[in-house]
């Protein structure tokens, strides 16, 4: 699964939002069409909601050698 910007003009999935959407999570299980597409504003407050359940990966710092080692 994989979030892309959206070059074709397409209403957003969010049932009330009239947007067009800038962006589409692209599914590619399925044949047919089963991306989702969403515009900025949908996007950002899915964004926002997934914050509260998931955390993102967080990229792992890198120590100096012989820094942190020894605990
Ligand atoms: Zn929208």
Do not use: H, W
């Amino acid at each position: 699964m994989t979030v892309e910007k959206l070059k074709r003009k397409i209403k957003c999935d969010v049932s009330g939002c009239n947007n067009q959407a800038d962006y589409t999570i692209l599914n590619k299980r399925f044949v047919f069409d089963g991306n989702v597409y969403l515009c900025a504003t949908c996007l950002n407050n899915l964004y926002g909601e997934i914050g509260k359940f998931v955390k993102p990966k967080s990229i792992k710092p890198i120590y100096k050698k012989g820094e942190k080692d020894e605990i």
